[in-house]
């Protein structure tokens, strides 16, 4: 069974840093895309930092630049989205995405469908 599980959310002060996870099941993580979503209240989800299967080129949406980055642990089947100098704009639920067949890095608007996706962890900041 294919899954994608997040973890890693909560509430943070503007200014801190959390370190979200996306743990695989049922395939190989290395062989897909991957992709960090995030939907905040009365919004579309938008595509926030995203890696290409085919040659790890990354793509980052301009509210991530210089603040998110994106790494993998093969060895654990995981992903993850490091996340610093957070904004209470940043507050949203943060998505992981997987396609095998997208050799691209982007997923900002009218990117390419991304097949499976992680249920979700929310991401509060607040003082």
């Known amino acids: 069974q294919v899954q994608l599980v997040e973890s890693g959310g909560g509430l943070v002060q503007p200014g801190g840093s959390l370190r979200l996870s996306c743990a695989a099941s049922g395939f190989t993580l290395a062989n897909y895309a991957i992709g960090w979503f995030r939907q905040a209240p009365g919004k579309e989800r938008e595509g926030i930092l995203c890696i290409s299967s085919s040659d790890g080129s990354k793509w980052y949406a301009n509210s991530a630049k210089g603040r998110f980055t994106i790494s993998r642990d093969n060895a654990k089947n995981t992903v993850y989205l490091q996340m610093n100098s957070l904004k209470p704009e940043d507050t949203a639920v943060y998505y992981c995405?997987?396609?095998?067949?997208?050799?691209?890095?982007?997923?900002?608007?009218?990117?390419?469908?991304?097949?499976?996706w992680g249920q979700g962890t929310q991401v509060t900041v607040s003082s």
């Open positions: 995405a997987a396609d095998r067949y997208y050799s691209g890095s982007y997923c900002g608007p009218d990117a390419p469908p991304y097949d499976y």
